[in-house]
């Protein structure tokens, strides 16, 4: 069974930098494309970045030029570096599973999820 573990998160004030990983069990970012989910409070949950298998990368237009996702697959982790941090980025953030279809992004997610890391961004 897949297990994804989520760490890094925390509270940070606004233009701080964070980040994220994600462990996971078995080389599930080698034969899926991966990305990062985030949830605020009150809000439908949102994907953010993806990563495909082949290393190419996508973002939503909300943290475009500010977020970096990277896999290290000997490892067996994949990681969200967040700078320039704002308040709107207060959410929980997943990982899970999305399809990557040439140069587009969609969620696709797994029926499990981690737990989460939280976020919290201070003005």
């Known amino acids: 069974q897949v297990q994804l573990v989520e760490s890094g998160g925390g509270l940070v004030q ?3 930098s964070l980040r994220l990983s994600c462990a996971a069990s078995g080389s599930i970012f080698k034969i899926n494309a991966m990305g990062w989910y985030r949830q605020a409070p009150g809000k439908q949950r949102e994907l953010v ?3 495909s298998t082949g290393s190419s990368t996508n973002y939503a237009d909300s943290v475009k030029g500010r977020f970096t996702i990277s896999v ?3 490892k067996n982790t994949m990681y969200l570096q967040m700078n320039s941090l704002k308040p709107e980025d207060t959410a929980v953030y997943y990982c899970n599973r999305i399809l990557f279809f040439g140069a587009t992004m969609n969620s696709r997610p797994l ?3 981690g737990q989460g890391t939280q976020v919290t961004v201070t003005s």
């Open 14 to 16: 606004a233009g701080g």
């Open 72 to 74: 290290d697959n000997a």
């Open 49 to 51: 970045a993806g990563i």
């Open 111 to 113: 029926a499990y999820w």
